[in-house]
């Protein structure tokens, strides 16, 4: 089966800039979760989806960061405006309801800079 | 709030060298847990989990964890390392909460020089 795609693969934006990136679960996973990886650091669940809806949103700074999930597949995730503490790789990760036992599989990540 | 404890932050070992990683987590639940290997220049992959039965758990490419519900633990081994393992590795607890967030460890960074 086919991964989950992530793009960009790279962004480097000045801080106050607002960034965007996407997310494209594997096909019939209904769990959707975004990751904040900072340098050093294990990632960070920052959000999770459940179909459309948002499961868990408790670490997501919602001042400055917001994400959807619109018709339940495909993800967003913006930072307006970007502040240079956002420099981290963000993963997004997916996996079958239920079977999160199994472990998520996760998409290669974008690597932000902010400068 | 969960925690996960990687004691180990940079382990350098050299090739057919035993290698143990320490995790400790500190939600006093029902837990699953995880071991995440990321290559270098790869995406997280799943190395094994555990979530019920038999506390030793075998995943690929010889690697093993035990899981020690008394100490909170959940150690990664393998018994002689080669050097495509050299990878970070992270350890990771989802629990039984409402939203059973799964919590990662800092990460420990293997590397194994032949």
């Known amino acids: 089966e086919a991964g989950v795609a992530q793009s960009p693969r790279y962004k480097i934006i000045e801080k106050r800039q607002s960034v965007a990136f996407w997310c494209n679960p594997i096909?019939?996973?209904?769990?959707l979760y975004w990751y904040q990886q900072i340098l050093g650091q294990g990632p960070k669940l920052l959000i999770q989806f459940q179909n459309n809806g948002v499961v868990d949103d408790s670490q997501l700074p919602k001042d400055r960061f917001s994400a959807e999930r619109l018709k339940g597949v495909d993800s967003t995730l913006k930072i307006q405006p970007a502040k240079l503490e956002d420099s981290a790789v963000y993963l997004c990760a997916s996996s079958r309801p239920g079977q999160g036992d199994y472990g998520y599989t996760f998409g290669s990540g974008t690597r932000l800079t902010v400068v | 709030a969960q925690s996960v404890s990687q004691h180990n932050h940079h382990v350098i070992l050299s090739e057919a060298a035993s290698l143990e990683l320490g995790c400790n987590y500190s939600y006093g639940g029902t837990v699953n847990l995880f071991w995440y290997v990321q290559y270098p220049g790869q995406h997280l992959q799943l190395l094994l989990k555990?979530?019920?039965?038999?506390?030793l758990v075998k995943g690929i490419k010889g690697f093993e964890a035990e899981f020690i519900k008394s100490k909170f633990s959940f150690n990664l081994r393998k018994p002689s390392v080669q050097w495509s393992d050299t990878a970070e590795y992270f350890c990771?607890?989802?629990?039984?909460?409402?939203?059973?967030?799964?919590?990662f460890g800092i990460g420990t960074k293997l590397q194994v020089i032949p």
């Open positions: 555990y979530f019920s039965g038999d506390p």
């Open positions: 990771a607890v989802k629990d039984s909460g409402g939203y059973q967030k799964v919590t």
């Open positions: 096909s019939g996973h209904a769990t």
